[in-house]
């Protein structure tokens, strides 16, 4: 039996260079929520194929915004799509967890360098991963 993800985690939380990006983020695209900025990091993470890996310049997930996984996504579908990226992982909330703060660090250095100016530009430009 496949356990659910929000019995696997009751919190995810970003990484303090995370939430310095999600600032960054929001500074060029504000949103009413901060957690629609880490669903949109998350997405960004997702776009450009980024693998989960906390390497050693990843940070420590808990220095930024903490969040509960049944508001993060209520309905479950998020999870289910990061589940579909990445099947062969167990803890997908800790996998989203992951993704999340990457994305929004690597959607604050694509601003910063100029290759992401609109909203349009995440969904549809030729980024691909580094």
């Given at each position: 039996?496949?356990?659910?993800?929000t019995?696997?985690?009751?919190?995810?939380a970003?990484?303090?260079?995370?939430?310095?990006?999600?600032?960054?983020?929001?500074d060029?695209?504000?949103?009413?929520?901060?957690?629609?900025?880490?669903?949109?990091?998350l997405a960004?993470?997702l776009r450009?194929?980024?693998e989960?890996?906390?390497?050693?310049?990843?940070?420590?997930?808990?220095?930024?915004?903490?969040?509960?996984v049944?508001?993060?996504?209520?309905?479950?579908e998020?999870?289910?799509?990061?589940?579909?990226?990445?099947?062969?992982?167990?803890?997908?909330?800790?996998?989203?967890?992951t993704?999340?703060?990457?994305?929004?660090?690597?959607?604050?250095?694509?601003?910063?360098?100029?290759?992401?100016s609109?909203?349009?530009?995440?969904?549809?430009?030729?980024n691909?991963?580094?």
């Amino acid at each position: 039996m496949r356990e659910t993800p929000t019995r696997a985690r009751v919190n995810i939380a970003l990484t303090g260079p995370a939430e310095l990006a999600r600032d960054e983020v929001n500074d060029r695209f504000p949103f009413r929520e901060k957690q629609q900025l880490v669903r949109l990091g998350l997405a960004y993470a997702l776009r450009l194929n980024l693998e989960p890996v906390r390497d050693a310049h990843f940070g420590r997930a808990g220095d930024g915004q903490n969040m509960n996984v049944g508001s993060f996504d209520p309905s479950g579908e998020l999870f289910e799509l990061v589940r579909a990226f990445h099947p062969d992982q167990r803890n997908v909330a800790e996998v989203a967890e992951t993704l999340m703060s990457l994305g929004l660090v690597r959607l604050a250095e694509d601003i910063r360098n100029s290759e992401v100016s609109r909203i349009a530009d995440i969904l549809y430009s030729g980024n691909e991963p580094a």
